[in-house]
Nanobody, 125 residues
């Protein structure tokens, strides 16, 4: 089993920045691709950014391209640097891990086997 714990959420003004972290523990050798999802009030959960093992470039949903950066400094720590935050970025953000590296639908929830409990991001003036 793998446990994922997110941190780093908070409240910021539009244009501000936050860095989310996701610490993994347990059988982390079973983790390969990892991702950040978010869920705004009254909306479904959407994939935001995906990082793959090896040299394959990360993927981002169009709404965050150029503003968010996903990174992974070890096999057990995942980050999401969020710059130029907008009110529409307000959501609960979740870390997810897949047991495979090759994903046919990287922004779909069913591709991921492990999930964290989430960290709240609120962007408001």
């Amino acid at each position: 089993q793998v446990q994922l714990v997110e941190s780093g959420g908070g409240s910021v003004q539009p244009g501000g920045s936050l860095r989310l972290s996701c610490a993994a523990s347990g059988y982390t050798d079973n983790m390969h691709s990892m991702a950040w999802f978010r869920q705004a009030p009254g909306k479904g959960r959407e994939g935001v950014a995906v990082i793959y093992p090896g040299a394959e470039p990360a993927d981002y949903v169009d709404s965050v391209k150029g503003r968010f950066t996903i990174s992974r400094d070890t096999k057990t720590t995942l980050y999401l640097q969020m710059n130029d935050l907008k009110p529409e970025d307000t959501a609960m953000y979740y870390c997810a891990a897949a047991t495979t590296g090759r994903l046919s639908a990287p922004f779909e929830q069913y591709e991921y086997n492990y999930w964290g409990q989430g960290t709240q991001v609120t962007v408001s003036s």
